[in-house]
C-alpha cells in the first residue's frame, strides 16, 4: 500500500486529460491458430524515444491457444472515492483473461521494460468459484476488479447464463458472482457504469457456441444473437431494466458511457443490422422520470460490391457491410470513435449533442473490399478494429484484428497485426500517421490496446467536470 | 490524572483528526454540491456525513456511560477499554484490508456510509479511554448510581457531539475551500495513507488509558 495516491488517478476527467500524456502502450499479441504463445506487447509512445512506435519488450505466457481479447487494470481513477477504501492502490497490474482457456494472467507492469507475470488463475478455479467461463472486459470498481464473462458452465459454456464476477482487487482471488437478481439477461459481453449515480450497463454479444467456431451465418439471419442491453442497480446487483433494441440489431457490444459522471447518458455500437445491414450506434439515457431509454443516433450504410471480392459468407448480399465492432469515446466526451471493421474505416463523431452525432472526421484503411494501404505504403491487415483514445484526446491508437475465427470467415486472404495511430484535431477532423505504424512478430495478430496512466475506455470517475 | 482540559482537547483532535481525512468523506461533500450543481448540497452531505458519524460515537460511549455506574469497578472499566482499544489497533495493523461491505453502500446513502465507517475503523471506541478518563475526573465517590448515569449519559453527549463538531468543521472547511478554490486536484493532493498511523493511535491511546489507570 502506498503512502499516497496513485499518481494516474484522477478526480475528473477533466484532471485527466491534463495529465502527463502516454509513454508506453500495451497491446494484446494474439496467435490465431494456437501455434504460439499469446503475449502482451509493450509499446514505445514516447515520441522522444529513438525506440518510439516500436514493440520494446514481450509478456508472452507460458500455456498455448488462451486467446487474448481485452484486458484492464487491477485500480484506476475510481479509486479516489472515500466510499470505497481504496485509494492507496498501485495502478500496477494488468489482469488479462484467455476467452478461449478462461485462464487469467495478472502481469506486472511497474516497469514497463521487465512486465512479468505475477500471477495465474486456473480456469478451474474460476468454474469452481463463478460457474463462468471465458472471461473478457475488465473494471475495477467500488467491490473490487469486475470481470465480464462471455459463457455460462459446462464443457460448451452454455449450462447457466454468463455473467460478471468479482475478484479482490489486492489478492485477486475470485470472490465469487456479482449478480443477485439478474433478470431477463442470459447473454453477456461489456459492461460498464456511472459510479456515484449508481448504475452500471452491460451488453451481449452471443453464447460461445455462436462465436468460438466462427460466426454462424443461420443464427445471425435469424437473430439470435444479443440485441439487447441492461441497466443495473450498480450496488445492489439487480438487473432494473431490460432494453431491446430490437432483434434485427444484432451484436450490441460496446458500452461507452459519458465519462463525466454528472451525465446520464452514453453509447452502445451494434455490429450489423439483418434487414439493411447497416452498422448503427444507439444513444441510451435516463428521462425525467428515471427509465432508461434508448434511441438509434447514427446508421453506418453497406458499401456495394462486386460478390467475386467478397469473402463466401457475403457474397449473397452484393455488399460489405460497416460491421461496427469498437467503439471509444474521448474523455472530454465530445468525440465517438466507430470502428467500422467490414468497410475499412475509422469514423469520428461529434457527439456534444449525443442526441444527434455529426461525422467530424474518418480514415480509411484495410477493408474486405477497399483494402486502403497505410499512408506509408503498407498493407493493413483486416479493418479498424479495437481503438484506444489517449487521455489528452489527441491521439488515437487502433488495431486490426477481431476475433481468431471471425476474421478468417470475412477476410480469408489476410494474415498480421499491425497497430497505427491517427491524430485528432481538437476541433474534428483525423489523420493517420504516417511515421506510426507497428507490424507484429510474424504468426501473431493485435487486439486491445492500454495505454500506461490509463485512457478512455478504463478509467472511471467518481467526481464531475467543473 | 489527566487534566480536565487535556482530555477534552483530546475529544476535539481526534474529531480534527477523523475531518481532514478524505477517507471519512470530505470530498464526497465537493462532489454532491457539483453533482447537484447545488452549493446547498455541500451542506447537506456534510450534515449527514456528521450525523453518521455521531451515531457511530454515541453508540459506543453510551453502552459505556452505563457501565460507569459500577464505579467501585471505575479502573477494571478503564482498563477493559484500554484492553479492547489496543486489541482494535492491532486487529486493524494485521488486518490491512477495507471491508468490503462499505462499498455496497449507495452513494447517496452518506449518513449510513459515515457510521458504518467509523464503527468499522474503531473511531468510537478511540473516544471511549479519553471519555473514561472525563467521567474519572468528576467527583462521583458520594453520588447515588442514578445520578453518575446521568452526569456520565450527559458527558457522553456532550464528548460526542464536541467529537463530531470538530471533525465537520475541519473537514467542512477543506471541503468549501476545495469547492469555491483549489478544484478537486486537492483531493488527491491531500489524501495520505493513515491506515497505520491511526491503528497504532487506537494502541497508543489504549496503553495512555491503561497507564493512567493505575
Not at chain 1, 502506498?2 to 486529460?17: G, K, N, S, V, Y
Request: glycine share 10%; aromatic share 10%; with cysteine.
Amino acid at each position: 500500500m502506498a503512502i499516497r495516491p496513485d499518481e494516474t488517478f484522477h478526480a475528473t476527467a477533466q484532471l485527466a486529460m491534463q495529465a502527463p500524456v502516454e509513454k508506453y502502450g500495451f497491446t494484446v499479441m494474439l496467435s490465431p491458430d494456437g501455434a504460439q504463445s499469446d503475449g502482451i506487447a509493450v509499446v514505445d509512445l514516447d515520441e522522444s524515444s529513438s525506440t518510439y512506435g516500436q514493440i520494446v519488450h514481450q509478456v508472452i505466457v507460458p500455456n498455448k491457444g488462451d486467446e487474448f481479447h481485452h484486458f484492464g487494470w487491477n485500480a484506476c481513477s475510481s479509486s479516489l472515492s472515500p466510499l470505497t477504501g481504496h485509494a492507496f492502490l498501485e495502478r500496477r497490474y494488468l489482469i488479462v483473461p484467455g476467452i478461449r482457456s478462461s485462464r487469467i494472467y495478472i502481469i506486472d507492469v511497474k516497469e514497463p521494460l521487465k512486465a512479468k507475470i505475477h500471477k495465474t488463475i486456473e480456469p478451474e478455479e474460476l468454474f469452481a468459484k463463478t460457474g463462468y467461463s471465458r472471461p473478457h472486459t475488465i473494471h475495477c470498481g467500488p467491490e473490487g476488479i469486475y470481470v465480464s464473462t462471455l459463457g455460462g458452465g459446462g464443457e460448451d459454456g452454455t449450462d447457466g447464463p454468463p455473467g460478471i464476477f468479482i475478484m479482490d482487487c489486492e489478492t485477486f482471488e475470485i470472490i465469487g458472482r456479482y449478480e443477485m437478481d439478474r433478470g431477463p439477461q442470459d447473454k453477456h459481453y461489456d459492461f460498464w457504469w456511472n459510479l456515484p449515480q449508481d448504475y452500471m450497463v452491460s451488453s451481449e454479444w452471443g453464447l460461445p457456441p455462436q462465436f468460438e467456431n466462427g460466426i454462424v451465418a443461420e443464427d445471425l439471419l435469424s437473430n439470435k444473437y444479443g440485441h439487447s442491453i441492461h441497466f443495473w442497480d450498480l450496488r445492489k446487483r439487480k438487473n432494473v431494466q431490460t432494453i431491446d433494441l430490437g432483434e434485427n440489431h444484432q451484436m450490441a457490444l460496446e458500452i461507452r458511457p459519458a465519462h463525466d459522471p454528472k451525465k446520464s447518458y452514453g453509447f452502445c455500437g451494434v455490429v450489423v443490422d439483418t434487414t439493411n445491414l447497416q452498422g448503427a450506434i444507439f444513444t441510451w439515457w435516463r428521462d425525467d422520470d428515471g427509465k432508461w431509454q434508448a434511441k438509434k443516433t447514427i446508421t453506418i450504410d453497406p458499401q456495394p460490391a462486386d460478390p467475386d471480392d467478397l469473402p463466401e459468407l457475403l457474397k449473397g448480399f452484393s455488399a460489405v457491410p460497416p460491421l461496427v465492432t469498437d467503439i471509444d469515446l474521448s474523455l472530454d466526451d465530445k468525440f465517438l470513435y466507430v470502428a467500422c471493421w467490414g468497410t475499412g474505416e475509422m469514423h469520428q463523431y461529434d457527439v456534444s449533442d449525443p442526441m444527434n452525432p455529426v461525422l467530424a472526421g474518418k480514415v480509411e484503411l484495410g477493408g474486405i473490399v477497399k483494402d486502403t494501404k497505410h499512408p506509408n505504403g503498407e498493407d493493413f491487415a483486416f479493418g479498424p478494429q479495437m481503438v484506444e483514445v489517449s487521455r489528452d484526446g489527441s491521439r488515437v491508437y487502433w488495431t486490426n484484428s477481431l476475433y481468431s475465427t471471425w476474421d478468417d470467415q470475412f477476410y480469408p486472404d489476410d494474415e498480421g497485426g499491425q497497430m497505427v495511430m491517427a491524430r485528432a484535431n481538437e476541433s474534428g477532423g483525423l489523420e493517420l500517421d504516417k511515421h506510426f505504424y507497428i507490424d507484429f512478430p510474424k504468426g501473431y495478430r493485435s487486439h486491445q490496446i492500454r495505454l500506461e496512466g490509463g485512457d478512455c475506455s478504463t478509467d472511471s470517475f467518481c467526481y464531475p467536470n467543473v | 490524572m489527566e487534566s480536565i482540559s487535556s482530555l477534552w482537547w483530546a475529544v476535539i483532535g481526534s474529531g480534527i483528526y477523523h475531518g481532514i481525512n478524505p477517507g471519512m468523506g470530505w470530498p464526497l461533500a465537493v462532489s454532491a454540491a457539483l453533482m447537484n450543481n447545488k452549493r446547498s448540497s455541500l451542506f447537506t452531505a456534510l450534515g449527514m456525513l456528521a450525523f453518521g458519524h455521531l451515531l457511530a460515537m454515541l453508540s459506543i460511549l453510551l453502552p459505556f456511560s452505563l457501565m460507569t455506574a459500577l464505579a467501585k469497578h471505575e479502573r477494571e472499566l478503564r482498563i477493559g477499554a484500554g484492553v479492547l482499544v489496543i486489541l482494535m489497533g492491532i486487529y486493524l495493523l494485521i488486518n490491512r484490508k477495507h471491508p468490503r461491505f462499505l462499498s455496497r453502500v449507495h452513494p447517496a446513502r452518506l449518513a449510513l456510509w459515515s457510521f458504518l465507517a467509523a464503527m468499522a475503523h474503531g473511531a468510537g471506541l478511540m473516544l471511549v479511554p479519553i471519555y473514561l478518563g472525563i467521567c474519572a475526573t468528576a467527583d462521583s465517590g458520594h453520588l447515588a448510581a442514578q445520578s453518575i448515569i446521568s452526569g456520565n449519559v450527559f458527558n457522553a453527549i456532550t464528548v460526542g457531539i464536541t467529537h463530531t463538531l470538530a471533525m465537520i468543521f475541519s473537514g467542512g472547511v477543506i471541503a468549501l475551500v476545495t469547492y469555491y478554490w483549489l478544484g478537486l486536484r486537492f483531493v488527491s493532493k491531500t489524501w495520505f495513507n493513515l491506515d497505520i498511523v491511526w491503528a497504532i493511535s487506537l494502541v497508543i491511546v489504549g496503553v495512555t488509558a491503561i497507564f493512567t489507570s493505575m
